[in-house]
């Protein structure tokens, strides 16, 4: 099983970017996958996620009404478009996926998840 996270990159506050993770060797439309991310210095913080293929994202409240989770179970991949970036939003962003349906207390939680992928910085200017 592998995870490929990709599309970050440098942008000046308030622009644009889009996140995508694409997994292969097996399916994860029955799985929880998400997105972190970690800043110099700071523990990994829980960004978006949905608990299963059709389910609602669930997202840190930093990230409300600027971020958008979306998956494509077809394709096996999910995305975090995010836009009007701050620079408190720079960091090493992670994708990260369950073997199964996690509950959803333990969502946010990155020992819910089981698959990461490789990480892709984010940097916003100011």
């Known amino acids: 099983v592998q995870l490929q996270a990709s599309g970050g990159g440098l942008v000046q506050a308030g622009g644009s970017l889009r996140l995508s993770c694409a997994l292969s060797?097996?399916?994860?439309?029955?799985?929880?996958v998400g997105w972190f991310r970690q800043a110099p210095g700071k523990e990994r913080e829980f960004v978006a996620a949905?608990?299963?293929?059709?389910?609602?994202?669930y997202y840190v409240d930093s990230v409300k009404g600027r971020f958008t989770f979306s998956r494509d179970s077809a394709e096996n991949t999910f995305y975090l478009q995010m836009n009007s970036l701050k620079v408190e939003d720079t960091a090493v962003y992670y994708c990260?996926?369950?073997?199964?349906?996690?509950?959803?207390?333990?969502?946010?939680?990155?020992?819910?998840?089981?698959?990461w992928g490789q990480g892709t910085q984010v940097t916003v200017s100011s």
């Open positions: 060797g097996r399916t994860f439309s029955s799985s929880t």
């Open positions: 949905s608990r299963r293929s059709g389910d609602r994202p």
């Open positions: 990260a996926a369950s073997v199964g349906q996690t509950i959803l207390s333990a969502i946010r939680y990155s020992s819910s998840y089981y698959y």
